[in-house]
């Protein structure tokens, strides 16, 4: 069972975006869920979480520039990116803090320009 993402883009810096994660198959607001990143030559990191009572928490990398939300009736889970940097260049993930799901086809964000 797998996450589907969506809403990678190439941006230039300082630019924003917003990314969506759905499953058809799994009720997310169930877990606690998290977006991951995976950047050139680094291990995927976690960048923000959303716990099932709404509260988040953030990477000092992004804190104050994304944001994690859900929208329980269209069982999504997305990511609000501003002020993007090249650094935020990777391709994004989401999954569950213990990782339960198979791991989707992420969405890849670019930042240059």
């Known amino acids: 069972v797998q996450p589907v993402e969506s809403g990678g883009a190439l941006v230039q810096p300082g630019g924003s975006l917003r990314l969506s994660c759905t499953q058809q198959?799994?009720?997310?607001?169930?877990?606690?869920m998290a977006w991951y990143r995976q950047g050139p030559g680094n291990q995927r990191e976690q960048v923000a979480g959303?716990?099932?009572?709404?509260?988040?928490d953030y990477a000092d990398s992004v804190n104050g520039r994304f944001f994690i939300s859900r929208n329980r009736a269209e069982n999504t889970i997305y990511l609000q990116m501003n002020d993007l940097q090249p650094e935020d260049t990777a391709v994004y993930y989401c999954?569950?803090?213990?990782?339960?799901?198979?791991w989707g086809q992420g969405t890849r964000v670019t930042v240059s320009a």
């Open positions: 959303l716990y099932t009572n709404d509260a988040t």
């Open positions: 999954n569950t803090f213990t990782k339960d799901l198979s």
């Open positions: 198959h799994v009720t997310l607001s169930y877990y606690n």
